[in-house]
């Protein structure tokens, strides 16, 4: 994942613990939030995102405004 040009994220998937498409609502504008329930959020616009929670505990979350794609890839990853 990369936020430009403040952010350079890599997460190998045997890491995750679980990741989701979800509507995370209103998070307090655009750009990074941190201390939500989804932990950290990287914004750029719209609600809706694929939400991660790693093996350690730590969440983030990162802003899409392709959710149809990005569910078909998941699904896929899950099989």
Do not use: C, H
């Not at 403040?6 to 989701?20: C, L």
Request: hydrophobic share 40%; aromatic share 12%; glycine share 12%.
């Amino acid at each position: 994942m990369r936020f430009f040009p403040f952010v350079k994220k890599k997460v190998n998937w045997k890491d995750v613990k679980s990741a989701e498409v979800v509507n995370y609502g209103f998070v307090g504008g655009w750009g990074i939030r941190l201390g939500t329930k989804y932990g950290t959020v990287y914004n750029i616009k719209g609600n809706r995102g694929l939400a991660i929670e790693l093996l350690n505990g730590k969440k983030f979350l990162t802003g899409t405004q392709k959710e149809t794609e990005l569910r078909e890839i998941l699904a896929k990853i899950k099989k």
